[in-house]
């Protein structure tokens, strides 16, 4: 028994160091490492983003633009793809090319290969994602936005990767960036087919990333928490809660310190909090209760009216 608890105490020590140490490594890059936008560029003369309409997307399209990438911006909203190319052109000398597709409909992908069809891409971002129209809640009282949510979330990474990985691999270089969310790092009840989706952009990315790091080709997913976008109703931000601009600029110092990150340190040391809460107690109908009350009041609060 004396033993059993010494193995115990001393795997325990041992998870905590890993833990340090990832969370050392972190704040070495957040204050002193800058990744040069040359790494960027060596993967290709390209960035293609999807979700580029709005938050993270649009956010990544300028942040790379900046770093001198030509980037391809891809989304369901025409004028917004118009007015993000006006801009992104006046304020950088990137090329700009707009791709109308709505990643809800699974009938899209040939329009886009062909579309992106003698373009030399280094990079791809995939970000579109959405979230059910009700939550918290549970499953059964979402609306039947279920296939929608599926092609989304899950679809649309798995085709676009499909479409770009082939030509990285022939290149030896490229990089691709999954956007997941840190409620995929564990089930969480009434938010279930979104962990779900999300979790599955996590084990999907971390396998490719073995299967292709050898070929020079860095596969990276990202599980940020609260970011102040759209889709989040425009959160009010804070120390946790960040910008969409401030969110990407942080995350791709990030590109080269291993397949997952939270994208920025506040949401790294935050998982690892959340990580210390028992089970038990994270699936207690007593913190669900509190969790479902406690967010939506939260949302009444930080939610800007904008």
Known sequence: ??????????????LCLLKCVRLSRYLLVSFWKVLPGSFLRSMGQWAVITGAGDGIGKAYAFELAKHGLNVVLISRTLEKLQAIAEEIEGATESRVKIVQ??????????????KLKGL???????????????????????????????????TSVV??????????????????????????????????????????VCTFSKALHVEYRAKGIIIQVLTPFAVSTPMTKHLNTN?????????????????????ETCGCLAHEILAMLLNLIPSRIFYSDTFQKFFLTG?????KRNTSNR
Not at 141 to 153: F, M, V, Y
Not at 239 to 259: H, N
């Open 239 to 259: 120390m946790v809660t960040k910008t969409a601009e401030e969110f990407v600029k942080e995350s791709l110092k990030y590109v080269t310190i291993g397949d």
């Open 120 to 154: 030399e891409i280094g990079i791809l971002v995939n970000n579109v994602g959405m979230l059910p129209s009700l939550l918290p809640s549970r499953f059964l009282n979402t609306p039947g936005e279920i296939q929608s949510l599926i092609h989304c979330n899950v």
């Open 159 to 200: 085709k676009m990767t499909q479409l770009v990985l082939k030509r990285m691999e022939s290149r030896q270089k490229g990089l691709i960036l999954n956007i997941s969310s840190g409620a995929a790092l564990c089930p969480w009840p009434l938010y279930a087919l979104y962990s779900a989706s999300k979790a599955f």
């Open 1 to 14: 028994m004396e033993q059993l608890f010494f193995f115990v105490g001393l795997l325990v020590c041992l």
């Open 295 to 299: 967010y939506s009041d939260y949302l």
């Open 101 to 114: 597709a709505d990643f809800t409909r699974e009938d899209i992908y040939d329009h886009i290969k062909e």
